[in-house]
């Protein structure tokens, strides 16, 4: 780990799913406070996730992210969106030859698959593992006949279901499969699928050039393999302590857990000490 500099941090970047919300799906008070107050100092708040957007919205809201006129990394990068007014800045999507082709893979490789497509869940098939979304997202689960002949237009992404000893494998092989493809994994039992490309770091570069702000002047914080490109590439990378095992070394520092306001230690440190 890097010796880490004190200097003034423009842009904070948050994972939402086990690094800012607590495992219960919530925003601790604490979390709250400090990113309001950071918000007051004219910092940049931005949450980037593997959720859909409209799962993200509520909490941009509760943080006040659109009376500071900031902005939502959804999808995992395929898409960045102003939270006041919903203005979409970017979009990149499957096609759906592409999306075509993860499904006969997943049927090769035995797992489930779902995609979006009207803020709503597609899937052909039930799992405990879709049930977990459905929960995450609060939307909509559209079981269909015909993967193929319901999805007849671009999405965002896929993401491949299975128990995460499987998965993994199933990771490894999907890279070698699909090179063209972004391929990480969000939660052991989540391995997302978008457009090449696609990630937190290149949405990240986007919006931060948009706005002006140096890489130097971001902090990102995250957890999971979806976030790793964009703690490699802030100026600050953190990883809250329940970041997975192979991950630790990855990060500039490792701050307290997602259920002991790690977010809140960060933001502390480095924006409002």
Not at 152 to 159: F, L, N, S
Not at 209 to 216: P, T, Y
């Amino acid at each position: 780990m890097k010796t880490i500099k004190k200097m003034q941090y423009k842009m904070l970047v948050l994972d939402m799913d086990d690094t800012l919300l607590t495992d219960d799906h919530r925003i601790s008070d604490l979390n709250k406070k400090v990113i309001l107050e950071a918000q007051a100092k004219g910092v940049y708040v931005v949450l980037a996730s593997g959720r859909p957007t409209i799962a993200m919205t509520a909490y941009a809201k509760e943080l006040e992210l659109h009376l500071n006129d900031s902005y939502i990394i959804s999808f995992n990068g395929a898409i960045i969106s102003r939270v006041k007014d919903d203005l979409v800045l970017f979009e990149q999507k499957l096609t759906v030859e592409q999306i075509y082709a993860l499904y006969d893979y997943s049927v090769k490789m035995k797992t489930d698959i779902i995609t979006y497509l009207d803020d709503e869940i597609i899937s052909q098939t039930d799992s405990e593992y879709i049930e977990v979304e459905k929960e995450i997202t609060g939307m909509t689960h559209r079981k269909v006949t015909s993967f193929k002949e319901y999805v007849d237009r671009p999405a965002v992404k896929c993401i491949l279901l299975e128990n995460p000893t499987y998965l993994k494998t199933v990771e490894n092989d999907l890279i070698e499969a699909m090179p063209h493809l972004s391929v990480s994994m969000s939660k052991p039992f989540f391995l997302e699928a978008a457009q090449q490309g696609i990630d937190k770091a290149a949405s990240l570069k986007y919006l931060a050039d948009k706005l002006g702000i140096l890489q130097s002047e971001i902090i990102a914080v995250g957890n999971a393999g979806n976030d790793l490109t964009m703690i490699e590439y802030a100026g600050l990378g953190v990883w809250v302590d329940n970041v997975a095992p192979e991950l630790r070394d990855k990060a500039d520092l490792i701050v307290a857990s997602n259920n002991n306001d790690g977010v809140a230690e960060v933001v502390q440190r480095f924006i409002l000490n």
